[in-house]
């Protein structure tokens, strides 16, 4: 019998896995396009939700922030089979990201199942743009 107790690492490994150097889309890193809209817009808060594909506000979605989205779906469906799960048993999966200063960022990824569980890890990912 699958045990929930296996998905709490999930959220994590979507957010590292988002932010890592191997998400670089045409001239940058994910941190860096996130740094760019965050003083561009005059935000400071993106979230990205990996099950419906979009990212809010609206005014962020770009093709770069989305490019890797499928890759993500693809992650959970993978960890969520590996585990025994269903892949419709987990409702919603966010990145939320907020900008700490003028390059650095912190992300908040939440995966929530269809008991209303939530998932994410101890500690918000830290990450710094590379330019």
């Given at each position: 019998m699958?045990?929930?107790?296996n998905?709490?690492?999930?959220?994590g490994?979507?957010?590292?896995?988002?932010?890592?150097?191997?998400?670089?889309y045409?001239?940058?890193?994910m941190?860096?396009?996130i740094i760019?809209?965050?003083?561009?817009l005059?935000?400071?808060?993106?979230?990205i939700?990996i099950?419906?594909?979009?990212?809010?506000?609206?005014?962020?979605?770009i093709?770069?922030l989305t490019s890797d989205i499928p890759?993500?779906?693809?992650?959970?469906?993978?960890?969520l089979?590996?585990?025994g799960?269903?892949?419709?048993?987990?409702?919603?999966?966010e990145?939320?990201f907020?900008?700490?200063?003028?390059?650095?960022?912190?992300?908040?990824p939440?995966?929530?199942?269809?008991?209303?569980?939530?998932?994410?890890?101890?500690?918000?990912?830290?990450?710094t743009?590379?330019e």
């Open positions: 699958p045990t929930t107790k998905l709490r690492g999930i959220p490994n979507l957010a590292l896995s988002y932010l890592s150097t191997l998400g670089y045409e001239n940058g890193y941190a860096d396009w760019r809209l965050f003083n561009k005059n935000i400071n808060e993106i979230t939700n099950i419906e594909e979009n990212v809010s506000p609206k005014s962020a979605e093709r770069a890759k993500l779906k693809q992650i959970l469906k993978t960890e089979n590996n585990n799960f269903e892949e419709t048993f987990i409702k919603n999966a990145l939320r907020e900008q700490i200063d003028k390059k650095t960022l912190k992300c908040f939440t995966l929530e199942d269809i008991n209303g569980k939530k998932y994410f890890p101890k500690k918000p990912i830290i990450e743009s590379y």
